[in-house]
């Protein structure tokens, strides 16, 4: 999701000053640390066209937190995942990136500094070492992470900062070799951090990957470089896309998410070999589409998994109010259709030592009414099945 906050800033500096405002733990002189628990099978995985969860098979809900790894409260990660497993959700999809083109000041959160041709990864206390122990927390819960790699939009960095330190243009990402020698290094660094995780459900190429008015093929052609190179780094965690499911004809009215125009071919992509499952998001009003077309959508992205016999996760989806009315519909047809195998609504919210986490509009807060439609009914609903 873009985000719709006036405080964010294409430079992605905004991520070190909210994340400055948050409560701090105590300072410590650990070193960087892996998280290293997994033991042969304990990782999630598909089976047909649904997910394999802790040796369960089946459908599962989920959500997605941006903001969970720019915590410094480790009291607040231990909060929510406690809150998660207590209501039953399994998968959480959180940011594997924060960055700036200019050092934070110290104290500040932020994971990787690009700056004057440079990647400088922040494997420090205010670096990846908060990422560590968002995935120590997932593991101690039973929680499974999506971990992405970079944002297509300009929060917390984006493809954005990389054009800032190297040159060139947001949309030459996927072509331009020193952006993609950083890229990878970026992604040989986390993923080295966690490749024996319990907690990992999946890798993520990036956050929404567009790439608007380019021939299919240039996203194609990363997408499948980039999965391959992740997979030789780690062949026992599932890959994933991150992408909004744009580009396909199956069920196609013709509508602007349907259409090509954003550089993504969903069915073809899917069929990488290298591509685990398919990702899909669904935001109406930012489409210009109704909120009951969101069925059909769903429903296209289904046909479009089981034709590729992969499952489809629909991995984002969300309003700013009347949640239930609009969103259960979403939820039913996600459960009801051939092909999906788990929901992630955007995004949980719960009430952190220092205040409510943040709210873009789009949060459902724990304890709440919403909550309880969209979560324990839900749950409910998928554990009767």
């Known amino acids: 999701m873009k985000l719709n906050r006036s405080l964010l800033t ?6 070190a000053q909210l994340a400055a405002a ?15 628990s997994a033991t042969p099978g304990a990782f999630a995985s598909t089976s047909g066209l649904q997910f394999t969860i802790d040796g369960e098979t089946g459908y599962f809900a989920g959500s997605n937190s941006y903001w969970i790894g720019f915590q410094t409260n480790n ?56 990422l560590d122990y968002v995935v120590s927390s997932a593991e101690k819960h039973g929680i499974k992470l999506i ?3 970079v944002n297509f939009w300009d929060d917390y960095g984006g493809m954005s900062a990389y054009a800032t330190a190297f040159g060139g243009e947001k949309t030459d990402f996927y072509t331009n070799d ?30 929404e990957p567009r790439c608007q008015g380019c021939n299919t093929t240039v996203l194609y052609d990363w997408i499948e470089s980039t999965s ?23 069920g196609s009215d013709g509508s602007y998410p349907y259409q090509f125009s954003e550089g993504s071919d969903f069915a073809k ?3 990488i070999p290298s591509i685990d499952f398919g990702t899909f998001h669904l935001y109406p009003s ?33 309003v700013t109010s009347d949640h239930c009315n609009i969103e259960k519909p979403w939820q039913q047809t996600a459960l009801n259709t051939t092909g999906l195998a788990a929901d992630l609504y955007w995004q949980y919210g719960d009430q952190l030592s220092g205040g409510q986490s943040p709210d873009d509009g789009n949060t459902i807060y724990y304890g709440t009414d919403q909550f309880k439609c969209l979560v324990t009914d839900h749950v409910a609903q998928i554990g009767s099945r």
């Not at 294409?10 to 991520?15: D, F, I, P, Q, R």
């Open 10 to 15: 294409a430079a992605g500096l905004v991520s």
């Open 147 to 149: 971990i992405n790699f």
């Open 22 to 36: 948050l409560p701090h733990a105590p300072s410590s002189t650990a070193s960087p640390s892996a998280t290293s």
């Open 75 to 130: 009291d607040d990660v231990d909060l929510v995942f406690s809150h998660m497993k207590e209501s039953g959700l399994k998968i959480l999809r959180v940011w594997g990136f924060n960055d700036v083109n200019e050092k934070p000041a110290e104290g500040t959160v932020y994971y990787q500094l690009l700056a004057d041709g440079k990647a400088t990864i922040n494997t420090g206390e205010d670096g990846l070492q908060r």
């Open 286 to 318: 930012s489409w210009g589409t109704s909120n009951s077309w969101g069925n059909g959508w769903v429903s296209s992205h289904g046909a479009a998994c089981k034709a590729a016999g992969k499952p489809c996760l629909f991995e984002e989806y969300g």
């Open 228 to 250: 391959k190179y992740i997979k030789s780094l780690d062949s026992q965690h599932m890959v994933a896309i991150g992408d909004e499911g744009f580009g396909l004809d199956t």
């Open 178 to 207: 020193k952006k993609q020698e950083a890229y990878r290094a970026y992604i040989k660094e986390v993923v080295s951090r966690y490749s024996d995780s319990s907690a990992v459900f999946a890798w993520e190429l990036a956050n």
């Open 269 to 271: 992509n899917l069929a």
